[in-house]
């Protein structure tokens, strides 16, 4: 179980440190009450963190071969995607990353023209968080660690590492943002991606 917890602990502390849904969570907190943004945000990422581990756990029903190769792949897969994007990514990518979470908040605001209703702010940080991490990687990844670990500990892991990542968002999001390097943070989300990939091997080599 601690070994669980602490692979989903690291991987969305890492991943998500400086993702969209991290600079929603900013851009919200800068507009509305950050306890109700607060509020929605982790809402949406634990709700988002229970359905992933469920359907980590319909996989595990398969035979243990194909769900442990597959998340071989799966953890060999994105390490090397995030390790080429970070390669490729120029200095300006964090702030395309800010603009489209820019982006996202205004057709938000316009939609709800901009009321200030509890429930509203509230709905609004909820869905928007949860539309955002829908397909992640994080998501997937989070998916394939429910699939061959303790459930309990991914489960506890991934929602404090997303608690994490909010918290910095909406009480010191603005401070930060424009210090985030994304490409770091890419680079070391890919690295932790195979470090993964190369424990799983060792647990099919040692079993």
Same mark, same amino acid.
């Given at each position: 179980? =601690?070994?669980?917890? @602490? !692979?989903?602990? *690291? *991987?969305?502390?890492?991943?998500? *440190?400086?993702?969209?849904?991290?600079?929603?969570?900013?851009?919200?907190?800068?507009?509305?009450?950050?306890?109700?943004?607060?509020?929605?945000?982790?809402?949406?990422?634990?709700?988002?963190?229970?359905?992933?581990?469920?359907?980590?756990?319909?996989?595990?029903? =398969?035979?243990?071969?194909?769900?442990?190769? !597959?998340?071989?792949? =799966?953890?060999?897969?994105?390490?090397?995607?995030? *390790?080429?994007?970070?390669?490729?990514?120029?200095?300006?990518?964090?702030n395309e990353v800010v603009e489209?979470?820019?982006?996202?908040? $205004?057709?938000?605001?316009?939609?709800?023209?901009?009321?200030?209703? @509890?429930?509203?702010?509230?709905?609004?940080s909820f869905i928007m968080t949860? =539309?955002? $991490?829908?397909?992640?990687? @994080?998501?997937?990844?989070?998916?394939?660690?429910?699939?061959?670990?303790?459930?309990?500990?991914?489960?506890?892991?991934?929602?404090?590492?997303?608690?994490?990542?909010?918290?910095?968002?909406?009480?010191?999001?603005?401070?930060?943002?424009?210090?985030?390097?994304?490409?770091?943070?890419?680079?070391?989300?890919?690295?932790?991606?195979?470090?993964?990939?190369?424990?799983?091997?060792?647990?099919?080599?040692?079993?």
């Amino acid at each position: 179980m =601690l070994a669980a917890f @602490t !692979a989903g602990l *690291l *991987l969305i502390t890492i991943s998500e *440190l400086g993702d969209k849904t991290f600079f929603i969570a900013v851009i919200l907190s800068m507009r509305h009450s950050r306890k109700l943004v607060f509020a929605g945000v982790i809402g949406a990422l634990a709700a988002m963190t229970i359905l992933s581990v469920a359907l980590g756990r319909v996989i595990a029903f =398969l035979p243990k071969i194909y769900t442990h190769y !597959a998340a071989i792949a =799966l953890f060999l897969l994105f390490g090397i995607k995030l *390790l080429y994007q970070a390669s490729q990514m120029s200095a300006l990518a964090a702030n395309e990353v800010v603009e489209e979470a820019k982006v996202a908040v $205004e057709q938000s605001e316009k939609n709800i023209k901009n009321s200030s209703s @509890t429930l509203v702010i509230l709905l609004e940080s909820f869905i928007m968080t949860f =539309l955002a $991490e829908w397909g992640d990687r @994080t998501q997937i990844a989070t998916v394939t660690l429910a699939a061959s670990n303790n459930a309990i500990g991914v489960t506890l892991g991934a929602i404090l590492g997303h608690t994490i990542c909010t918290v910095i968002a909406v009480m010191g999001g603005r401070l930060i943002a424009g210090r985030i390097s994304e490409r770091s943070v890419t680079a070391i989300g890919g690295l932790l991606f195979l470090v993964f990939a190369a424990a799983a091997i060792w647990e099919g080599a040692s079993s």
